[in-house]
């Protein structure tokens, strides 16, 4: 029998990203030419992406932006955003203690992500967390992404999880589609990057601080017949 595991989003989620990926939409803001952003407020779109973030951005400039510009934009973007990894992103409090509870557990650990693999993998090894992950799945892993279901089961396989035994944790409307697609159940933090308060998007439990997923917590969202005790 395949072991229980627990799913989490990687931006907004697990780490906190924001400072270097809006360092790095200013980058490319200001090779472009354009207006750079320092309202805080733009932290909402971080988890939307980087091409989502840019076309915001230029927006807010009052720029129409060809795609072959955007295209380099996107460019510049992720060169700097790579260059300068870890930078200032940091894992939320707690969230390390928590998986190291839950891999003590008997749980295996795994990031299903929008953000592209190599990117997830390099940050994660950066951070010194890489190796706490069955596995870490990116938008380009499968054919693919969040919200499709699909992403999830198949960070779920790469993992060797079982499927009738997962959870999902995240920060966004995207996240909490994925899970109620793939029939799974999710726990949403409410301090990640999203327009609208999270429990809006009716997860199966809202957390503010990673000291309040505990296994208990954990244990009464998976079906009883798990092999989690």
Do not use: W
């Amino acid at each position: 029998m395949r072991p229980p595991i627990i799913v989490f989003d990687l931006d907004g989620t697990l780490v906190d990203t924001a400072p270097d990926l809006l360092d790095a939409m200013n980058h490319a803001l200001a090779r472009a030419g354009i207006d750079t952003i320092e309202d805080d407020g733009f932290r909402r779109h971080v988890g939307k992406g980087a091409r989502v973030m840019l076309e915001r951005a230029t927006e807010a400039a009052g720029r129409t932006i060809a795609p072959p510009e955007l295209d380099t934009m996107m460019t510049d973007f992720l060169d700097h955003y790579q260059a300068n990894m870890p930078g200032r992103s940091k894992p939320y409090e707690s969230v390390v203690a928590a998986i190291e509870k839950f891999r003590a557990a008997d749980f295996l650990v795994a990031v299903c992500t929008n953000k592209v693999e190599s990117s997830a993998k390099r940050l994660l090894r950066a951070l010194g967390i890489d190796g706490l992950f069955s596995a870490i799945c990116g938008q380009d892993t499968f054919p693919v992404r969040k919200p499709d279901p699909g992403h999830l089961y198949g960070t779920i396989d790469v993992a060797g999880g079982d499927r009738r035994h997962a959870l999902m944790v995240g920060d966004s409307e995207t996240d909490i589609l994925t899970a109620r697609n793939a029939g799974i159940p999710v726990v949403a933090v409410d301090f990640g990057y999203t327009d609208r308060p999270v429990a809006e998007f009716a997860p199966d439990r809202v957390i503010s601080h990673y000291d309040e997923m505990d296994l208990d917590l954990v244990r009464n969202l998976l079906p009883r017949t798990s092999a989690t005790g």
